[in-house]
Structure formats: structure tokens, C-alpha cells
């Protein structure tokens, strides 16, 4: 019988569509997606008869990493991936030897237009690009790839409703890559923008809720030192980064505790390699003061398209698992106890003007925290009720037997799937959740707006679900 580390490179090398792989190959980074990662861990599992949970296996996604997992020695020295920061300590000694490396050389302040935006190509970043060309601004969009995807950019608008036409004069694309040194732009570029944009709107981010952090590190973490670079270079420009409440897991905010704004109390567990990487970022970004940059940090919650369209963003986590919900006719029977709470969210238009207008940075040094998160919630009986009200016949099912029926999906069609099997052997999960609740008075203008517009009823969430099952 083949040893197991020969087995597991077979499979990877067929996952991969390629002759042979090396011990040290990466899936992802060779070209594998999360389907292929799940693929390979199913078919391990049916080679070598030992289960491999997919965020376990993502740790590592080599043939050496995986083979290590069967007692097989590792040949390298070195790690394969980036090692995962251990403690808090070593994000803050990381954090401050970036930042040692950055030099303010900025003169005054400015709120001269153009406004850099990151992140305009995905869902967020398009209405808040919207939103600041409707209100007469100039626009440099960071875009991967650059110029070649102003026409793909101009329709993704369209698509979603947001395109005019007297837009474009106003509407600059320089190629760039968060991943990358100085956001990987060329540095005529970069001098170029340190010089003429007046504020900076950090929005994109690699939003994936599977990978671990090492993974996204770069783009998601390490990157807000470049963007602070360049913030402070030649000029300051006022910085907003666009967060995620998710970086105030219920690991250090019971549901119990009002969250007041300002800094996390600790970063997220090491499971969660997205909230783990938009925390980090905030981490950087809260030491904005030391160097002089202006900066606002905005947590927001989540996001669906504006009241008129009700566009939604299909791959996003919450409309795959309620696709997973329609694709199985069941919810968890959970869902009808009283008082279980699912889902805080905003329409994107609200979001953008928050973003833009109402959460705008001072100009002064320093780093400001807003939860723009509203504390009028969405129930699990209010979503069951607007799938019912947008005309889908949906049962419920034992909580287990239903994430494991959920698992058993297309992990093409429904990404959630290939956690779902997974949480069904969590404790708790079919015990009522309570949601966390935000100080109103840390910035009231913006509780107001989040709370007035917050999506919560079964009527509100119809128009969208309409939308999800007509996509
Ligand atoms: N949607 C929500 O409900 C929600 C909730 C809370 C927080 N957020 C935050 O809101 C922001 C936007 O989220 P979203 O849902 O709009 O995400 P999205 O639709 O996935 O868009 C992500 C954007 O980031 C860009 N991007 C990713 N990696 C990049 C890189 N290495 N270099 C340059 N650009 C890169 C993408 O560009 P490409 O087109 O090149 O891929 C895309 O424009 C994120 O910071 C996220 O953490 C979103």
C-alpha cells in the first residue's frame, strides 16, 4: 500500500488538474479555490479514512501539512505559511516594527478632493463610489488590475443600479493590490496621489470567512501600514476604514454587555482568520496619532442592497446560508423559539452615507472608533416569516439534522456549505442567540441612522429574498 504522504500528493496533483505537486505545494496559492479544498479534504477522508475538518485542513493546505496530520515527518526546516501570531503581544510587536518603518513627512491638512477609494469593485465600496460621485465628488478607485477594469467597474455599478453617466469625467482607476508594498502602486503613482488626494476611504478587503489568517494577512492586515503611509505622506488625509462589528466576537463581548466604541478588548480567537484580520487592521490603524494620521474606523453590520432594488451580494455569508435554507425547503427549528436573535443589517445606501458623511474623520490626529451597527435586530421568526411573505414554502428541521443536510450541498452553489457539516457538531447551536447592543450616545447621529433604517421586519426582508430567488 502507497504510503500516506505519496496518497495525499496523488490527490492533490489530480485536485489541482496537475502531473505531480511538490511536498511543499499550496493549494491555494497553486490554484485551487475553496471547492477544490473541500474536494481534497472529502477525498482524503474516503482514501485514508480519517476526517480532516476543512478549517483544520486550511491551516496547512500542503501535501507536507496534511501529511505531518498522519505522523508523517515533516523534510523542510521551515514553515510552509506564515506562522499564526501567537498572542496579542506579537501583533503589537509586528504592528510597531511597521510602523517604525513608516516616516510622516506630512505638510498641512487637506480636504481637497480626489477621495481614494479602495474596494469599488465589490459590493460595499460600489455604493459608497455611488455615493460620492452623486454628491459631485473626484474619485481615484484602487482597483486590481487597474484602468483594463473600468469598464467591468462601470457595470458592476449599472448592475446594481448605480451607474450615471455624467460619472465617468469624475472617475479615476489606478492599479494597485492591498497585498502588495505600498499597495503595490507604481511609485510615480504613489507620489502622485500622496500629493493630490484629499481623503482616503479604506473599503476593500479580502472578505472570506473560511481561510485562516495567515492567509489573509496581508491583504486584510498588514496592509492598513500602507495605507497609513500613504496617508501620512506629503500630506495627511483624513482615513476611513470600513470594519466589520464581527471584529467584537462574543468570545470578549457577551451578548449581555452594551459595547461602548474604541479599541477591541482582544483580538478574535485564531478560528476566525477574517475577524482576526480586520481586528489587526484596526490594531494599525488605532495607533494613527503616533504618526500624525487622521483616522476613523467604522464597524459595520451587515449589508444588503438599498429599499428601492433590494440588490443583494449573492456570495456573501448570509445570503448563501439562506439559500442553503430555500435549497433545502428547511430552517433550523431553532428558529421559531421566542427571542432568538439572527442578523443586524443595514441597507448599503445608509451605509455609504454613513461612511462618507456622517462618520467623516475629523482632520485631527487620532483614531476614532463608530459601531455603525443598529440595536434593532432581525429575529429568527421575522426571517422565517419573510421567506413565507416572498412566497417560499420553508419547513423546520432539527437543528443538527438540518446543518448536516446543508453540508451535504453543492459547495459551488451554497459556499456555506462546506461549514455547515462542520457547526452541526458545535454544542449550543440550537440553544436562542442574543445579539450585542451598542452605546447610542458614542455617536448619535449615526446610531440614529442605522437604527432608523435597520432591516428587521418580515416585509423588509421579502424584497430581498424576492431578489435571492430570482438570481
Ligand atoms: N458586506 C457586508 O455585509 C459587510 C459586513 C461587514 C463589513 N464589511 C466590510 O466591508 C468591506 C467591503 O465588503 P464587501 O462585502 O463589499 O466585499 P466584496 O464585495 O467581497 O468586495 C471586496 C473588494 O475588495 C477588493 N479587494 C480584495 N482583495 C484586494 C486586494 N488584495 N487588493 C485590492 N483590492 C482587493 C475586491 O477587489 P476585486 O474586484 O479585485 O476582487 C473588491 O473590490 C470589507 O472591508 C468588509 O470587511 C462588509
Redesign the pocket.
Known sequence: MPEPEAVIRALFADVLGVSDVGPGTHLLEAGGDLAAATRLAGRIRAELGVALPLREFLKEPTPEGVAARFGVPRRSSGPVAPPLPAADAAIHAEITDRLRRITPTFSADSTAEPVLL?????????FVLAHLLARGRTVTA????GEP?RGELVRHLENLGLWQDGYAARLTVVD????APAL?LDRATHDELAGTIGRIIH?????NHVLPYPLLAA?NAH?AASILELAVTRRRKPVTY?????VLTPENYPPEAEIAAGPVVALPPEADGYGRS?AVAEAYFARAAELGAAVTVV?????FGDRDRHQI?P??A?WSWTKATVLTGRYPSSYDLPGNELTQ?VPADVIAHVIVDLARPSGEPGCRFVNAVPNRVCSTRDFVAGLREAGLAVEPMDDREWHLAVGRLDVDDVWVAAVAGQVATQPGIDLPQRLPRFSADDDPAVSRAVDAAAISTPQDLAGYVRTLAGS
Open positions: 479602495t474596494g469599488a469593485t465589490g459590493f460595499v465600496g460600489a484602487l482597483v486590481r488590475g477594469r494597485g493590490d492591498l497585498a503595490g473599503c476593500a478587503a479580502w472578505v491583504a496592509s470600513v470594519s466589520t462589528r464581527g480586520k464597524r459595520i453590520p451587515g449589508v451580494q456570495g456573501d448570509w443589517a
